[in-house]
């Protein structure tokens, strides 16, 4: 079992930056891909990012490409997801999930996922 803590979630303004971060615990860190997604009320969740194991390789939905870094820290099993120039369409509960089976497009389906967090909130104001 993977254990997936969420934190960093809060209330920002329109063009605000805000990190936030998944620690995992349980089992080797190192060993999983590991993504971001997004789900605002009412809707389906939606793919944010991933992150290869060892954090080389990386993928971002279009909606946020150029505004959101994901990284990793293996060595602090963490998993950060840095959103900058944030947008009331950007507010939603935030959840970090964790693959085992490798990184490519597959990333992007909430299935592929073996563990995840409870979620931390974004509220974006205009």
């Known amino acids: 079992q993977v254990q997936l803590v969420e934190s960093g979630g809060g209330l920002v303004q329109a063009g605000d930056s805000l990190s936030v971060s998944c620690v995992a615990s349980?089992?080797?860190?190192?060993?999983?891909?590991m993504g971001w997604f997004c789900q605002a009320p009412g809707k389906e969740r939606e793919f944010v990012a991933s992150i290869s194991r060892s954090g080389v390789s990386t993928y971002y939905a279009d909606s946020v490409k150029g505004r959101f870094t994901i990284s990793r820290d293996n060595a602090k099993n963490t998993v950060y997801l840095q959103m900058n120039s944030l947008k009331p369409e950007d507010t939603a509960v935030y959840y970090c999930?964790?693959?085992?089976?490798?990184?490519?497009?597959?990333?992007?389906?909430?299935?592929?996922?073996?563990?995840w967090g409870q979620g931390t909130q974004v509220t974006v104001s205009s």
């Open positions: 349980g089992r080797t860190f190192s060993n999983y891909a």
């Open positions: 999930a964790a693959d085992l089976t490798g990184f490519d497009l597959g990333l992007m389906f909430p299935s592929r996922y073996d563990y």
